[in-house]
């Protein structure tokens, strides 16, 4: 049984609680009263792996305040960053998280482990409020060398389970490759990112 740890980051409202849960329940529920990080377990298995999936959704109205006890650098296996597509301002937040987890990445392993990411425009079926199109999201996702993909977290189930599954097959493809390895070293900056986001609530779907 692999565990594949994943987080989820972007700005309030974006809709990754809403993203999430899609995936996990299939489900769309229109309002979540979190106003705390949780992190969500989930067994599962891809091409014929049983994988123990651990994801950590982050609440932009938590206080923030941090630490797990393992040494959190080397907590997530990859990222889901995500930004509502009606809302510029979550886009650019998005773009600031994709530069401190590359900064990270360049630090713990010097280019040499490519931590794997995938930048999500959600909110799709919101395209007449449109304010980021999509050619913006891909551009972005080439610069920062991650996967894109528009969703709607409202009307999607399909896409956004395709998006997880690619990841975690990344995510396995890139454990495996660094399999004797320290997965990734001492990042401070990495382990400020996490710690920025990290609480200790625990769900189960
Ligand atoms: N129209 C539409 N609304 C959405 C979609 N996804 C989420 N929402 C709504 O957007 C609001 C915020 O969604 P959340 O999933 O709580 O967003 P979040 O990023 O987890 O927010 P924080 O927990 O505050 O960080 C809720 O009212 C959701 O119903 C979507 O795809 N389309």
Same mark, same amino acid.
């Given at each position: 049984m692999s565990d594949i740890k994943l987080a989820l980051l972007g700005s309030e409202g974006a809709g990754k609680t809403a993203v999430l849960v899609r995936f996990l329940t299939r489900r769309f529920i229109g309002e979540y009263a979190s106003s705390a990080n949780s992190l969500y377990h989930k067994r599962m298995s891809i091409d014929g792996r049983q994988l123990n999936l651990e994801i950590f959704d982050s609440c932009s +109205? $938590? $206080?923030?305040?941090?630490? %797990? +006890?393992?040494?959190p650098v080397n907590w997530a296996d990859g990222f889901v960053v995500v930004y509502n597509i009606s809302d510029r301002t979550s886009?650019?937040?998005?773009?600031?998280?994709?530069?401190q %987890?590359?900064?990270?990445?360049?630090?713990?392993?010097?280019?040499?482990?490519? %931590?794997p990411v995938f930048l999500v425009g959600n909110k799709q079926d919101l395209c007449n409020a449109r304010q980021v199109c999509e050619e913006e999201g891909r551009a972005l996702a080439q610069e920062e060398r991650c996967h894109f993909q528009e969703v709607s977290a409202a009307e999607d189930y399909l896409e956004i389970s395709n998006l997880f599954t690619k990841l975690i097959r990344h995510v396995m493809d890139n454990l495996k490759h660094c399999a004797g390895r320290r997965r990734y070293s001492g990042s401070k900056s990495m382990a400020?990112? %996490?710690?920025n986001v990290f609480g200790k609530r625990r769900k189960s779907v």
């Open positions: +109205q $938590s $206080s923030g305040n941090t630490c %797990i +006890q393992e040494e886009f650019l937040h998005a773009k600031s998280v994709l530069q %987890i590359k900064e990270a990445r360049e630090e713990s392993s010097k280019g040499l482990v490519d %931590i400020k990112l %996490i710690n």
